[in-house]
């Protein structure tokens, strides 16, 4: 699973992040000539190098709770990220006000003006001023969006109308879980809280659709806390793996999802209620892949492996954590497709994501004829940072179509 790309992107981060601090030390210096001293070098540099520290550990090592004050150790991580995040926000705002302060320096007439209807404001501070812009609209953002990850999940709650659906299974609640991530970022406490939330949902079926777990410390206790759940589930808990299973360890993850109550449906399919239309789940593996064409053929095998024999006049479910999933369910009629992976893109405007990261279905509700596809946008996350892209549980209601 780590393979060239794993590596190009991580081993690409500290390098980001030295640029980044390099480019707004030197701005900081540019803006504010009064900086220039010796005791605001260091602590620029030892800041930025700790922070440095602190985002690759978190990066690399999952060993949070061998810390004795892990609320400690979080918080720095969190210090850390904030500092390098409002950086990286602040080089990226930095073009336009470049553009800006070029434009008023060559026209000083203007800019005197500007700054003449402002008291006490001389034209070199309105310039000034105007570089300064970036580094604290980069912190504005950052601080939001950590507070945004920070905040428990939202209940999102759907309706699906799917034709010809059994009246044995209209008003079927299917409460999904997707991408919590359990480490430093969603810890056990967060998780209860999250489960709580089904609980109160009483739902007839709980799907977890991959990447449960990055510190797997925290798996045996977070899976006996979800086997609590399985009397409130009447058609059962089902799991998809992610690909943070396999990067963690996936034979660990698989023996003890074999001794939990999650059923893992990897390449394969499960009557959930007999019928006239029997109802079936479908689950499928990850694609251990960034190769899109080899992706596709993966998604497209895996498919059929879950998809063979179950009847053609079934209503059926399909679990995946990749969404290219979408396009193989779409193709074959699934009535409904659940999948996770993407967490939205975390950065949203107006409900839609800002960056789209080469997924063609990336959040929400899509739909193809009369099959629907739901990508979650994740109830956690490995970068703590959510802006108009909250984390969600979401909580589907089957009715028939009229």
Not at 95 to 102: A, R
Not at 137 to 151: E, K, Q
Not at 208 to 213: N, P
Request: with cysteine; charged share 15%; proline share 7%.
């Amino acid at each position: 699973m780590r393979n060239d790309w794993f590596y190009i992107v991580n081993f690409s981060l500290p390098l980001l992040c030295l640029l980044t601090n390099w480019i707004c030390y030197r701005l900081a210096l540019h803006v504010f000539p009064a900086l220039n001293r010796r005791l605001f070098r260091l602590l620029f540099v030892s800041g930025s190098l700790l922070s440095l520290t602190a985002v690759l550990y978190a990066r690399f090592s999952f060993r949070w709770h061998s810390f004795p004050d892990f609320s400690g150790f979080i918080f720095g991580v969190y210090a850390a990220i904030g500092w390098n995040l409002s950086q990286m926000i602040a080089v990226v705002l930095l073009p336009p006000f470049l553009l800006l302060f070029w434009f008023f320096r060559q026209r000083p007439a203007i800019t005197r003006s500007i700054a003449g209807r402002i008291e006490s404001l001389s034209r070199r501070r309105f310039l000034s001023g105007l570089l300064a812009l970036p580094p604290c609209l980069g912190t504005g953002i950052t601080v939001s969006g950590l507070s945004g990850a920070h905040a428990d999940p939202e209940v999102n709650r759907l309706r699906l109308r799917i034709p010809d659906l059994p009246a044995e299974l209209s008003g079927l609640t299917i409460v999904q879980i997707s991408d919590t991530h359990l480490g430093p970022f969603f810890d056990l406490d967060k998780l209860d809280r999250l489960l709580q939330r089904v609980a109160a949902e009483r739902p007839d079926l709980l799907l977890i659709t991959g990447d449960l777990v990055d510190d797997l410390a925290l798996l045996p206790a977070a899976l006996e806390k979800i086997d609590r759940l399985q009397p409130l589930c009447r058609l059962g808990m089902y799991f998809c793996l992610g690909n943070h299973e396999y990067f963690r360890d996936i034979s660990q993850v698989r023996r003890l999802l074999d001794g939990s109550k999650l059923t893992t449906l990897t390449n394969r399919h499960q009557l959930l209620q007999a019928g006239k239309r029997p109802f079936y789940l479908l689950g499928v593996d990850y694609p251990p892949t960034r190769n899109p064409a080899d992706r596709r053929v993966l998604c497209q095998h895996y498919f059929r492996q879950a998809a063979d024999g179950v009847p053609a006049n079934a209503i059926t479910l399909l679990i995946a954590h990749h969404p290219d999933f979408i396009f193989d369910a779409f193709d074959a009629g699934v009535h409904l497709t659940l999948a996770g992976h993407t967490h939205g893109g975390q950065l949203g405007l107006l409900g839609q994501p800002v960056l789209p990261f080469g997924f063609q279905f990336q959040r929400g509700l899509y739909r193809q004829d009369d099959a629907l596809a739901y990508v979650n946008v994740g109830a956690g996350h490995w970068l703590p940072f959510r802006l108009g892209c909250p984390a969600e549980l979401a909580v589907l209601t089957l009715v028939p179509a009229p």
